[in-house]
T-cell receptor
């Protein structure tokens, strides 16, 4: 069974600090990885998608890396803002496009 | 494009009632799946489909049925609702082309079983 773990489960940082969110997965047979953001009571918003042939993807202040050999992905958010407060979900693609999700990193950015 | 559309957004059921959660996508994606999200448990796969006419069970399939008669639609049926099925349900569609894939999610259905 594919398992995805996200550490830390929750964190609070002062505004302006860089955020580092970690995701690890048990099976290196995953083929792609997607990071999502979820606000309380809302749906999933896709942030970044990393294909298996890539090692990282960037979008604005967000950067995500993927190391399949070590079973890890990291999401970096530069110069955090209060609007970045949300839960961040890591999802790994495995057989037949199924997704295995971590339980999320709940982030609070303090003004 | 509407993307992935789920209906209804909210639903309250009594124990023992049945209902169907609707999911439709207009992106011609082969793959569709249903997840439930519960506090402390993350999102878990209920059922998935790799194309019209083909479905399979995920991690938590008990109490749910699915069918896929068209590429666009993937309804999830609760046969006899139980309080343990109180959850937020998400439908997703995705493609797979030459090693590239991406998942798209509906806005979710918040279901309460009383």
């Amino acid at each position: 069974k594919q398992e995805v773990t996200q550490i830390p489960a929750a964190l609070s940082v002062p505004e302006g600090e860089n955020l580092v969110l970690n995701c690890s997965f048990t099976d290196s047979a995953i083929y792609n990885l997607q990071w999502f953001r979820q606000d309380p009571g809302k749906g999933l918003t896709s942030l970044l998608l990393i294909q298996s042939s890539q090692r990282e993807q960037t979008s604005g202040r967000l950067n995500a890396s993927l190391d399949k050999s070590s079973g890890r992905s990291t999401l970096y958010i530069a110069a955090s803002q209060p609007g970045d407060s949300a839960t961040y979900l890591c999802a790994a693609f495995y057989g037949n496009n199924r997704l295995a999700f971590g339980k999320g990193n709940q982030v609070v950015v303090i003004p | 494009n509407a993307g992935v559309t789920q209906t209804p957004k909210f639903q309250v059921l009594k124990t023992g009632q049945s209902m169907t959660l609707q999911c439709a996508q207009d992106m011609n994606h082969e793959y569709m799946s249903w997840y439930r999200q519960d506090p402390g448990m993350g999102l878990r796969l209920i059922h998935y489909s790799v194309g019209a006419g083909i479905t399979d069970q995920g991690e938590v399939p008990n109490g749910y049925n699915v069918s896929r008669s068209t590429t666009e639609d993937f309804p999830l049926r609760l046969l006899s609702a139980a309080p343990s099925q109180t959850s937020v349900y998400f439908c997703a569609s995705s493609y797979a082309e030459q090693g590239s894939t991406e998942a798209f999610f509906g806005q979710g259905t918040r279901l309460t079983v009383v």
